[in-house]
């Protein structure tokens, strides 16, 4: 039922479905946008918050063992950022992003997201060819919908997490969210 509703919630998203296809065209292997501008824009709407632009950047993940150079990445970043006359990029082969954050390897985009800080924040979205929205969602849908952030049991960093939460305010900017402190 959830997966519906943020099914739902990004068709009605004009310009991440413009972004959704913009990824699509590239090719990329296990190919998602992903992070703060699905979870923003649900949190946004969750909050009575239309019409707001929360995301700091466009966050695309895939995986690809094959080409894990990280001038590839730029190269798409550039790509998208002609193609589509939007900076705010970044691209990241998940196949190689174990090694920043030493974790053993990943063998999938979903593997990859299960080693990030929060829950809510492990959730990718993607457009195939026949126009139908796919989700990327380790740990579910539940924590994103009820506003709560807490860490993901794959990271192992509860000082990195709390900093992070710190940092970003998310609470100044969505009131109703709980923080779990662990």
Not at 57 to 77: M, T
Not at 90 to 114: C, F, I, W
Not at 145 to 171: C, D, G, I, M, T
Request: a negative charge; charged letters at 30%; aromatic letters at 10%.
């Amino acid at each position: 039922m959830l997966e519906e509703q943020l099914k739902e919630y990004i068709s009605q998203h004009k310009q991440l479905m413009t972004d959704l296809r913009s990824v699509r065209d590239l090719g990329l292997p296990q190919c998602y946008i992903s992070a703060g501008y699905i979870r923003n824009y649900v949190w946004d709407l969750l909050h009575g918050f239309e019409g707001t632009d929360r995301h700091t950047d466009i966050d695309v993940v895939y995986f690809d063992p094959e080409d894990v150079s990280v001038e590839r990445d730029i190269r798409l970043e550039e790509l998208l950022r002609t193609t589509t006359a939007n900076p705010k990029w970044s691209v990241k082969n998940q196949a190689r992003m174990h090694v920043k954050n030493g974790d053993e390897p990943y063998n999938s985009t979903q593997a990859a997201l299960t080693y990030w800080p929060e829950t809510a924040t492990a959730v990718g979205a993607r457009l195939n060819f026949e126009e139908e929205l796919e989700l990327c969602c380790p740990y579910g849908l539940e924590d994103l919908f009820a506003l709560r952030v807490r860490r993901s049991p794959n990271f192992h960093k509860p000082s990195y997490y709390l900093e992070r939460v710190a940092k970003k305010q998310w609470k100044d900017q969505w009131p109703q969210l709980t923080i779990s402190d662990d």
